[in-house]
T-cell receptor, first 113, second 115 residues
């Protein structure tokens, strides 16, 4: 069964350092989402792409977070500089069309020390 | 803005028994989707069941069924014949029919299945 690939699985970084996460959606899925899940809470959308275009980044802290999906396939989410409050699980998901459900990746667990 | 509330942070059930997880939501929209997702420890989130708001019939997927009460804005999940593999965090989620495709999640319910 096709999967959404994410790497790394775990990342520990020091405060003020830069960190990046990678996501490869299921082939043919035009829509890609990055969610942040703080421990004990449900995921919250950071950014949504339709192909290579950003559709919704209203909850993305743009002073330190950036996301790109240059060729409309895989995507990178970057944090610079990382802060202690950024410690969370970062989930990537993709979908074929809006009538289809999401498929989530296994996530990247970030710990900022 | 839509909100989703799961009032049970933790639930437990005996293996082979039935458990119901609660979810309420707030929206001014008439058309939308509701979902239950399962997130096992250190594993990916997977879709358990989905309900379209325009459908009166409650969705069912094998041992999983929902009780959708549109007027009450309630969407509970019933797990029958609970199995050890059902142990996980369960998230209720809302998505608009039009406009944004984002999912709005509740805070989750941790389900423990006792042998």
């Amino acid at each position: 069964e096709a999967e959404v690939a994410q790497s790394p699985r775990y990342k520990i970084t020091e405060k003020s350092q830069a960190v990046a996460f990678w996501c490869d959606p299921i082939s043919g899925h035009a829509t890609l989402y990055w969610y942040r899940q703080i421990l004990g809470q449900g995921p919250e959308l950071l950014v949504q792409f339709q192909d290579e275009s950003v559709v919704d980044d209203s909850q993305l802290p743009k002073d330190r977070f950036s996301a790109e999906r240059l060729k409309g396939v895989d995507s990178t989410l970057k944090i610079q500089p990382a802060e202690l409050g950024d410690s969370a699980m970062y989930l990537c998901a993709s979908s074929y069309t809006r009538d289809h459900g999401y498929t989530f990746g296994s996530g990247t667990r970030l710990t900022v020390v | 803005a839509q909100t989703v509330t799961q009032s049970q942070p933790e639930m437990s059930v005996q293996e082979a028994e039935t458990v119901t997880l609660s979810c309420t939501y707030d929206t001014s929209e008439s058309d939308y989707y509701l979902f239950w997702y399962k997130q096992p420890p250190s594993r990916q989130m997977i879709l358990v069941i989905r309900q379209e708001a325009y459908k009166q019939q409650n969705a069912t997927e094998n041992r999983f069924s929902v009780n959708f009460q549109k007027a009450a804005k309630s969407f509970s999940l019933k797990i029958s014949d609970s199995q050890l593999g059902d142990a996980a965090m369960y998230f209720c989620a809302y998505r608009s029919q039009g406009g944004s495709e984002k999912l709005v999640f509740g805070k989750g319910t941790k389900l423990t299945v006792n042998p």
